[in-house]
């Protein structure tokens, strides 16, 4: 089995920026892709971004730009650098690693942005 923890979120004014980890243990080789997504109140799951396990990334149009992936294979995490927050960026925020059995899931960690 493996766990996923996300960590860093938090309360930040419109323009600021925040770094959240996400951070695999548990039953795992290395963590190859890992996904990050958002939950909003009222609103469905949304697709932000990517990382794979050599460096390549894909994001979402609607972070592109603003967040940026990055990784420590090593310690088995994966970080999601957030600029320019803005309030529609409220929300919780969830790291997975898809598969074919089943995707893994973390808990999340709440990002509130202010106005």
């Known amino acids: 089995q493996v766990q996923l923890v996300e960590s860093g979120g938090g309360l930040v004014q419109a323009g600021g920026s925040l770094r959240l980890s996400c951070a695999a243990s548990g039953t795992i080789f290395r963590v190859n892709t890992v996904g990050w997504y958002r939950q909003a109140p009222g609103k469905q799951r949304e697709f932000l971004a990517t990382s794979y396990r050599f460096g390549s990334t894909n994001y979402a149009d609607s972070v592109k730009g603003r967040f940026t992936l990055s990784r420590d294979n090593a310690k088995n995490t994966v970080y999601l650098q957030m600029n320019n927050l803005k309030p529609e960026d409220t929300a919780v925020y969830y790291c997975?690693?898809?598969?074919?059995?089943?995707?893994?899931w973390g808990q999340g960690t709440q990002v509130t942005v202010s106005s």
């Open positions: 997975n690693i898809p598969r074919p059995e089943g995707d893994y």
